[in-house]
């Protein structure tokens, strides 16, 4: 059963750093670009990184551009976004999808297959 598990989540206080992870079974991370997105209350899904399956080329979204890097540990089978100078406009839910290939943003993979899961809670205030 292919799936992925979004963790790190937390409390962090605005400047903080978190590191998330998205750990897959049932498939190999590396044969497919790997995306995180995020979803505030009340507001749409933002793109906000990718990491290719073929190169390890990676997309940003301009909000995070600079602060956040995505890479991955195939070992491991586990993607992982490392956040920094976190703001409060970060808080959200993160969550992370497979597809074909990355995709410039808004859109960070073009095409996406299976579905979500719960994500993971970040929330940044003081």
């Known amino acids: 059963q292919v799936q992925l598990v979004e963790s790190g989540g937390d409390l962090v206080q605005p400047g903080g750093s978190l590191r998330l992870s998205c750990a897959a079974s049932g498939f190999t991370l590396d044969d497919y670009a790997i995306g995180w997105f995020r979803q505030a209350p009340g507001k749409e899904r933002e793109g906000v990184s990718c990491i290719s399956g073929s190169d390890d080329r990676t997309v940003y979204a301009d909000s995070v551009k600079g602060r956040f890097t995505i890479s991955r540990d195939n070992v491991k089978n586990t993607v992982y976004l490392q956040m920094k100078s976190l703001k409060p406009e970060d808080t959200a839910v993160y969550y992370c999808?497979?597809?074909?290939?990355?995709?410039?943003?808004?859109?960070?993979?073009?095409?996406?297959?299976?579905?979500r899961g719960q994500g993971t809670q970040v929330a940044v205030s003081s």
């Open positions: 999808r497979y597809g074909n290939r990355c995709s410039p943003p808004p859109r960070i993979i073009q095409l996406l297959y299976g579905s």
